[in-house]
């Protein structure tokens, strides 16, 4: 998964943003952070053998995956807040 080949399904889920310098970037990570995400969850899916840093990688991939979910689900509630106090008219 790429921003650029999955941008519909990304921005539906509420999974991306822009940062200061107007890069899209998965919401709760820096630049940085989500080409590192999206590297080591593109070596994953290939069946890359696994590396000596491996623990390391796979700790950083599981703490970076819950900062994103946890950031993702707070658009989301907020959008759902924002809805609830202000219903559209029918």
């Not at 593109?42 to 950083?60: F, K, M, Q, V, Y």
């Not at 703490?63 to 950031?71: G, K, P, V, Y």
């Amino acid at each position: 998964m790429t921003i650029d080949r999955d941008r519909a399904f990304l921005t539906e889920m509420r999974a991306i943003t822009t940062d200061a310098d107007g890069r899209e970037v998965l919401v709760g990570l820096s630049a940085d952070e989500t080409d590192w995400y999206f590297a080591y969850s593109a070596r994953r899916l290939s069946g890359e053998p696994r590396g000596p840093n491996h623990s390391a990688d796979r700790e950083r991939y599981l703490a970076l995956h819950d900062r994103h979910e946890r950031t993702r689900l707070e658009v989301l509630g907020a959008e759902i807040q924002q809805r609830t106090d202000k219903p559209t008219a029918h």
